[in-house]
């Protein structure tokens, strides 16, 4: 069974730094593209963060480019999100997902991927 568990949310202030995880069962997170999504109260989801396994590359949403960035445990079958320089337009909760398929970090930032895991909220304070 395809299972993710996001962790590591909190309350940071502005401008401060956190990592969240997201561990992986049932499948090898490193054969399978990954995201990290994530939906404020009253707002639409929005793909934060995905990689592409069918070339290689990570989609970055405008809104995180240059603060965000993502690492891979294969050992630990987890993947990490960091988050520096927090804002408080990032105050959401965020999940991670995986995907069966091999498209584009774009399509799946845009469209959602199959699987996706429980979040963990996130609170920036100004």
């Known amino acids: 069974e395809v299972q993710l568990q996001a962790s590591g949310g909190g309350l940071v202030q502005t401008g401060g730094s956190l990592r969240l995880s997201c561990a992986a069962s049932?499948?090898?997170?490193?054969?399978?593209?990954i995201g990290w999504f994530r939906q404020a109260p009253g707002k639409e989801r929005e793909g934060v963060l995905c990689?592409?396994?069918?070339?290689?590359?990570?989609y970055y949403a405008d809104s995180v480019k240059g603060r965000f960035t993502i690492s891979e445990d294969n050992a630990k079958n987890t993947v990490y999100l960091q988050m520096n320089n927090l804002k408080p337009e990032d105050t959401a909760v965020y999940y991670c997902?995986?995907?069966?398929?091999?498209?584009?970090?774009?399509?799946?930032?845009?469209?959602?991927?199959?699987?996706r895991g429980k979040g963990t909220l996130v609170t920036v304070s100004s």
């Open positions: 049932g499948f090898a997170l490193d054969d399978w593209p």
């Open positions: 990689i592409s396994r069918s070339d290689g590359s990570t």
């Open positions: 997902a995986a995907d069966r398929s091999q498209g584009s970090g774009r399509h799946y930032c845009n469209y959602g991927m199959d699987y």
